[in-house]
């Protein structure tokens, strides 16, 4: 949705309380104006899209209880945090950023992981070698952007052909997150036995695969 500049008069009393509103809210009077008169006229704008699925993210990881929010530095992200079991106890970082504007892309994953351990890192890399031998091999179509070095990986979402609501991106994209985490946690658990490793991530893969994951 492109955005212009229109000059429009409005009492002192309206702006004042728009501005209340506005700080409210954390964000900018024109942002405010625009989401004002876009719920009047019964229009998404980008910012209550991204609202509603981290809404619906944050309904169904909570009652998960398995990752664990932290402050996001953007409207446009959402962070959470997952204990590694593997010696000390890394924290997996995982960003869920949406991009408001793309009309090809919903938003992207990024995991990380900050570790100098040469053995963890390895580890890490055969991991997302094995997520995405999965990904291609059971989502089918096109090959999904990924990137995944130095203990990062980073999956861009399609946006949804389905004419998914927001309400139901959102929960793909919580499912996903979820997934993508269950498979990394089973991976380590068996990292003495490898082969028992890939078909044990194989297999709840292919079980909790969601249709809607499926088109992200």
């Known amino acids: ?51 509603n699925i981290f809404s619906a993210m944050s309904g169904i990881l909570e009652r998960q209880s398995i990752l664990q ?5 953007s ?18 970082k995982y960003v869920v950023e949406l991009y408001p504007h793309s009309q090809t892309y919903l938003g992207e994953l990024r995991a990380s992981l900050r570790t100098q351990n040469p053995t963890l890192l390895l580890y890490l890399g055969q991991f997302y070698h094995l997520w995405a031998k999965l990904e291609a091999a059971y989502l089918g179509g096109e090959q999904r952007e990924y990137e995944a070095a130095d203990g990062k990986y980073t999956r861009r979402f399609l946006m949804p052909k389905n004419g998914a609501d927001s309400g139901k991106a959102g929960e793909a994209i919580a499912d996903y997150v979820a997934l993508f985490d269950g498979c990394l946690k089973e991976y380590f658990d068996k990292l003495d036995a490898p082969r028992a490793a890939v078909s044990a991530v ?4 292919r079980e909790n695969l969601s249709a809607l994951t499926a088109e992200l």
């Open 1 to 51: 949705m492109e955005k212009s500049v229109y000059s429009i008069m409005l009492m002192d009393d309206v702006v004042n309380a728009v501005d209340r509103l506005a700080y409210a809210n954390a964000t900018s009077r024109s942002n405010m104006i625009n989401r004002i008169l876009a719920e009047y006229v019964s229009m998404d704008t980008p910012e209550v899209r991204m609202q």
């Open 69 to 73: 929010p932290m402050i996001s530095a």
């Open 75 to 92: 409207d446009a992200m959402l962070s959470l945090r997952s204990a590694l079991q593997y010696k000390y106890n890394p924290s997996v």
């Open 202 to 205: 194989e297999k709840m893969y």
